[in-house]
């Protein structure tokens, strides 16, 4: 089969999957539920939702590419969807088919231009790891490298041999797929599919560039220059090209290898701690996070000289391809959600999902504020494991109390956000895995609290700032009162309401959307605006059955507006 033949397969294979189960997800969440049926659909959902996750599983493995990528992002949800879930994708962590080791040989030595036996002292040709898009063996640089890079044990990190063709298919079939759910009204006025596709694609051709991936690896080392907690593998920048990468080997103890870590006397609980406050820091403080922290990239390190009072481990970073960064406005932002969400405080977390860019200035948010008040009020300081003893009636109750509270507020996912969210979902699935009792609120509160010493430390600075934006204000006001006093006595002042008739014409449909809208609301709302504090609210927004994002997809293929 032809290159080109190859392509067309896949790309058909991709769509027929994602047609079948949309398919499926129309009938028994959309259309049985309304002709009254809703019981026998709920009947067999664990098992429908266990069979989709195990034909992904399937595909993906077939497939490779993105598609992996995709089923480790929901493989490691372990604190949203349900178990029988996430025990079927758990594989694809570390079930990736390898590479057979003469066409990475015939690869890397194309890259490099000589032969692989000239290039290292030795190259071990079972693997280390074989992951979506490229494949790391285990390698020793020759003494003249060694000397110049600083180590001589090394991992070799070769690209899949045809992997930019096959990234080309997947983004044009998950582009596709995204501008078929973008004229779903619903959806569309929440999120635009195809510019976060657009951005998963830059992240996705950087992450085939390991010039790149070399580079952000050197740069993530600079932010935790001196700090003990972290190390990342120096770079061979003489062994390295765009597909091929040379790195320090600092593989360890798996970040999930309970047993491993326990035998070594570590204690899972405190990873888990330490694991949620490396993140943070890399989210709130530097704005410069690794946005694929699954247990593959992450080891726990021994340090058997640690300082007096040190842990006696670290985290070793590895696998740089996706970075994210957060711009101050949103990263400033994302401190003063969190510093709300620590205190309770229902009308100041209102406000930071304001200044993030997720609820737009324009909503009325009291009702938002008083579910919130609610919320706290029954779960607030709960943990993954105390939750999951929460009766689920309960959860139903609280759904379909503000459901509709949080689906009529205009809502949006702002730009550079898809990253984060990946990043904080990855995060508190690691911590739920590490520790089932493992309470977010207790590594949340003290960050907060530090956060709020910093922000008083530059407080004269924001009041200078407040101070200058608002002489400016001041400056431009009377020209501005001049102009409108002529345009109202010249006849020529407009008000344009499309925002409001779109939403009146959103509440006519709204009835007919109740069981899709409030399922996509739990699971887009709660991952993107409440996750990164604590799993408590994904849990709760998404119901009793807590089903996936694509039983809502084609929530308003019947209520499309006209014109």
């Excluded at 030595?109 to 790391?136: H, I, N």
């Excluded at 407009?494 to 009835?511: A, I, K």
């Excluded at 996750?531 to 009793?544: C, I, K, N, S, Y």
Aim: hydrophobic share 45%; with cysteine; glycine share 8%.
């Amino acid at each position: 089969m032809s290159d080109a033949d190859g392509s067309r397969a896949r790309y058909r294979r991709i769509m027929r999957f994602a047609m079948r189960y949309m398919a499926q997800a129309w009938w028994y969440e959309l259309f049985l539920p309304r002709i009254g049926l809703e019981r026998f659909s709920a009947l067999g959902r664990r098992r429908r939702l266990q069979g989709i996750a195990r034909n992904f599983h399937g595909l993906a493995l077939g497939l490779g590419g993105l598609m992996i990528k995709v089923g480790q992002f929901m493989s490691s949800r372990l604190d949203v969807l349900p178990p029988e879930i996430t025990k079927e994708l758990e594989g694809l962590q570390d079930e990736v088919p390898p590479v057979d080791f003469a066409a990475i040989r015939a690869h890397a030595e194309s890259e490099l231009g000589m032969p692989l036996d000239r290039a290292f002292a030795f190259v071990d040709p079972v693997p280390l790891a074989a992951a979506s898009l490229g494949q790391a063996h285990r390698a020793r640089l020759l003494p003249a490298d060694a000397a110049d890079a600083g180590f001589a044990d090394a991992v070799v990190k070769v690209q899949r041999p045809g992997i930019d063709r096959i990234v080309d298919v997947d983004l044009a079939a998950l582009r596709k797929v995204a501008g078929w759910l973008h004229r779903v009204h619903v959806i569309r006025q929440h999120v635009d599919l195809p510019t976060l596709i657009e951005e998963f694609a830059v992240t996705s051709m950087e992450e085939i560039d390991y010039l790149h991936e070399a580079r952000n690896a050197e740069l993530f080392d600079a932010n935790f220059a001196g700090d003990g907690r972290v190390a990342v593998p120096d770079v061979a920048w003489e062994r390295t090209t765009r597909r091929v990468l040379t790195l320090e080997d600092v593989t360890a103890i798996k970040i999930n290898d309970i047993d491993a870590l326990r035998a070594a006397g570590i204690d899972p609980g405190e990873v888990a701690t330490a694991f949620a406050n490396v993140m943070f820091d890399q989210l709130f403080v530097d704005g410069y996070f690794h946005a694929d922290p699954h247990p593959g990239n992450i080891f726990v390190t021994p340090v058997p000289d640690a300082a007096p009072g040190a842990a006696g481990w670290r985290f070793s970073f590895v696998d740089f391809g996706m970075m994210g960064e957060v711009p101050d406005r949103l990263r400033h932002g994302l401190q003063r959600l969190i510093i709300a969400v620590a205190a309770r405080n229902s009308r100041q977390m209102v406000e930071g999902i304001r200044d993030v860019g997720v609820l737009l200035p324009t909503a009325d948010a009291a009702e938002l504020e008083r579910a919130l008040s609610a919320l706290f009020a029954r779960f607030g300081g709960m943990g993954f494991a105390e939750l999951q003893r929460v009766d689920p009636r309960e959860f139903r109750d609280f759904a379909t109390e503000f459901g509709d509270v949080v689906r009529s507020l205009p809502f949006q996912l702002p730009e550079n956000f898809l990253l984060i969210i990946r990043a904080v979902s990855l995060t508190s699935g690691m911590c739920s895995s590490l520790q089932p009792e493992f309470n977010m609120w207790d590594a949340v509160e003290p960050y907060a609290q530090q956060l709020i010493r910093d922000e008083r430390g530059s407080f004269v600075q924001s009041i200078g700032r407040e101070a200058v934006s608002f002489a400016g204000v001041a400056a431009r006001l009377p020209r501005r009162l001049d102009d409108l006093v002529s345009r109202v006595e010249e006849g020529r002042l407009q008000v344009d309401t499309p925002r409001l008739d779109q939403r009146l014409r959103g509440l006519e449909r709204m009835s007919r959307r109740v069981v899709s809208a409030v399922l996509f609301a739990g699971l887009l709302i709660g991952g993107a605006v409440l996750r990164p504090e604590e799993p408590v609210t994904g849990t709760v927004l998404m119901a009793a059955s807590v089903p996936p994002l694509l039983h809502a997809l084609f929530a308003g293929f019947a209520g499309r507006p006209r014109g």
